[in-house]
């Protein structure tokens, strides 16, 4: 814990892409520590060269601060890894975001004929199960739900509708980090005069 907070500390909150290629580097607190300061500034210097100056030794303190060892660490490194890679290699496009995550549409071609769109069996699985589960759960917050009704009124069934609504959660996370700001709860939408008078 107390790494990820020197990692996202100071000016700089939102950690960038030295983060993932030090992830990728060192998964570990041991790996970390084999690395040292100079190994560290290394990595981070291509991308952050004003935090390479300063973080590697805060790094090595949290480390050396760290009196907890937690079972699985080495196992853990080792899938971290990867995931950092892929996530490394990921453009912060919307559209590019969603295609990873396999929720973006995949156009039908026959020869030079275009048959619609039909969903991806592309991109990453585990992720995009994490995100039709989360779309599933949001069922109980009013904004959710109500995007999923309409999209069931379109005449969408229940999990092309849960679809659609993983795809727009992936829009919305994707505006909290290009704008670095965190959820807001739309404000209700009040029913008109004449409806209300209806």
């Avoid at 790494?3 to 960038?16: I, L, M, N, Q």
């Avoid at 496009?93 to 969603?98: F, G, I, N, P, V």
């Avoid at 069931?152 to 849960?162: D, F, I, S």
Wanted: hydrophobic share 40%; proline share 7%; charged share 25%.
């Amino acid at each position: 814990m107390r790494c990820s907070r020197v990692a996202t500390s100071g000016p700089e909150k939102r950690p960038g892409k030295w983060l993932l290629d030090l992830i990728t580097a060192a998964p570990t607190p041991q790996a970390l520590h084999d690395l040292d300061e100079q190994g560290i500034a290394a990595i981070m210097k291509p991308r952050s060269p004003r935090l390479a100056k300063t973080l590697p030794s805060m790094i090595l303190a949290a480390l050396d601060a760290q009196t907890v060892a937690v079972p699985g660490t080495a196992a853990f490194g080792r899938v971290i890894t990867g995931v950092a890679a892929q996530l490394r290699d990921v453009r912060t496009e919307r559209d590019t975001l969603a295609a990873y995550a396999g929720l973006a549409p995949v156009t039908r071609r026959s020869g030079s004929s275009i048959k619609g769109e039909t969903r991806s069996q592309r991109g990453n699985h585990a992720l995009k199960s994490a995100l039709f589960l989360s779309a599933f759960a949001s069922l109980a917050d009013p904004t959710s739900r109500a995007y999923y009704d309409r999209k069931r009124a379109q005449g969408k069934r229940h999990n092309a509708a849960l679809i659609c609504l993983a795809r727009r959660r992936v829009d919305v996370i994707y505006a909290m980090l290009r704008d670095r700001k965190p959820y807001t709860q739309p404000a209700p939408t009040l029913p008109s005069t004449t409806q209300a008078a209806a």
